[in-house]
């Protein structure tokens, strides 16, 4: 009875479900698509040439206390914009659902506004430390992270731990870790006769004064650590330092300046005028002079250390100043700017495919930004009618130049020109990225 | 539907056995067929098929369309025509020319033609060129083709173009306008990859289903092609209607596109 009852109807359900499954899973069309494509009847297309636009993000306000979560969100969109690789959706055309956990997405709420990556994530904030919660969605591949990480830490470190997500952020989608963290070198008018030596953090936060000693500082250098170099006329003359010593390194007759320290470390190039003409030496970092490189009846000065150990310098030994690069022992010297006549302030990119060179040139009356394929020996103009923009640096990755910018301080642009963000208000002259 | 029941024990503890082996035994296969197929990508889960990997580069290969040209219909009765410019467009009356009068010559091979002026970069040339291509330029040139030509057609009678090229161009430009590659990537990684989608399309013109049959092998650029088939999904868009010659090809055998990085941003 028992099989003939109840446990029957259980068994022929089974049963009649096996059966239906069976039969009526649908024949997937995919099958037909197959065959067709190996008979050669199917249609078949090439397209060719697709479009480039800015990477849509959308950044979701974290959950969590306001004050937290404004922070994350306003350190987030910064470092988005300033990297020049995303587009930050407004987040007012946001249509998930705010219950949606922060691991995962509705996939079609963020394809509908036209969303192809979104950030969520979660902040608190108990006393002087916080616990961060950060989570990167590709929106066509999955609905689960495709980049999750925790930090926790003292609230003065938070933006460093943000700084580090969107670093990763961009490695993952580049292949190549974001630069967020690195800092800007600078020289500042802080008075009338009066330089000072700073560093700023690439966003424009942690404004920080190396040097304080009411004389004039110019020309810093990132040396090996944290060591920086920069002239000072302290002493009453052009004397190089190094700002872990109160000695200068180099103080010779006349100019003792424009330290570059080659990428190997070990060795730099420093601007002398021994026989009264500004030439390029190379000394050790203790100032010990090692070669001359330059010595042309013209004035050579700027050098700049290309990746490859190339060095870039100024010189007017053609009548103009013109940007030159020469091998690491002064030898294979060769013009690199044809174009105007005033090109000064030369920085290597350090990562690019092809060596490219920044520089600023002058244009009648202003200052400008350009960039020189030394392969191509293609020039492009960067900054053009907005002011004078000069002293430009490449970013250690090789995608943004910082400058200094009549308009009102320090200025970042992505290698085209584009997006050209303020970071720090204020006069800055000699700009060096590390 | 009713179901019959067993009249004696025996028979019914037959039935159920039996009715037991086959339950079990059918399940079994269909769980291992579900299995299968969710293995093999023959589900056709929207861009979660069989893909394979990008390996080797396949070589392009080129089958020339004959098109028909966007435009008016042409009068069957009158003649082809022309506007030609009103204004004369050949060259001025002063002529800058080389005033140098020993231009040395020049020995050209064999195989090699001389130039079409013996003066080599001549002025005049470089005027005559000039010409030439503002001759071809009119205000309003009076295009002959059909309201369902393409501006790349060449012909204008439609007896001349095989079945599908029109339709297949139409494609070509809709997946084209909606194709964007994220700016992060190089132009050179870009102009290297190609992504093959099978699609499959419904009678009524929406794209039903699709799936990578090969990946570049680069992430960004695969996710780039799949946003064009999640945009016709999320907006609801059809394809144009085609032609009746290929209709049930394209709705039996469906739809091969091959997304190449090459040409990026023409």
Redesign the interface.
Known sequence: MILSGRGGHIFRTLFLLGILILFSFPRSSFEQADKSVEEGSSLQIDVFGPSTDLFKMAVVPPVGIETGSKQVQDILEWDLKLSSLFYLLDKKSFIESSEKPVDSIDENAWISVGAQGVIKGKVSIVGGDFELELNLFEVVKKQTPVLGKKYSGKLTELRGSVHNFVNLVIEHFTGIKGIFGSRILFARRTGPKRKDIFTVGMDGWGLAKITDNGSINTIPSWGPGSVIFYTSFISGFPFLYRSDRKEPVLKGEGLNMGAAVAPGGGKMAVVMSVDGQPDIFLTDLEGKILKRLTNSPGIEVSPAWGPGGQIAFVSNMGGSPQIYVMNADGGGVRRVTFRGNYNTEPCWCPRCDTPQIVYSSRDGGSYDIYTVNLSSGQVKRLTESQGDNTSPAWSPDGRLIAFYSTRGGIFLMNTDGLNQNLILKGHAETLRWR | MR?S??ST?TE??LI?LL??F??VF??I??LG??FF?SKT????ES?K?KEDNFGKKEP?Q?IPATLVKLGTPPDPDGVLHRKVPALATGPKDKIPVSTELNVPKKNYPEDEKAPMFAVEDSKIRKVFEKARAFAEITDNPAIEGLPDGVPEGEVTDPSLVKA?NIY?TK??RI??EM????????Q?E?ESLMVKV?V?ISPDLKI??Y?LVKKSGN??FD??V??IF??FE??GRSLPEPPDE?AS??F???????????????
């Open positions: 179901f029941y067993p024990l019914g503890v159920h009715s037991l086959f339950t059918l399940n296969i269909t067929t579900l197929i990508g023959l589900a056709g861009g098929g392009i080129f599908g297949a494609l070509y997946f084209k194709w964007v590659v994220p700016s992060y990537m190089s050179k870009i099978r499959i039903s289903d799936k992430s960004g996710a780039s799949i946003e999640k945009k999320t907006e290929i090809k394209l039996e055998g469906g739809l091969e596109i091959r997304f190449y990085g090459k040409d990026f941003g023409k």
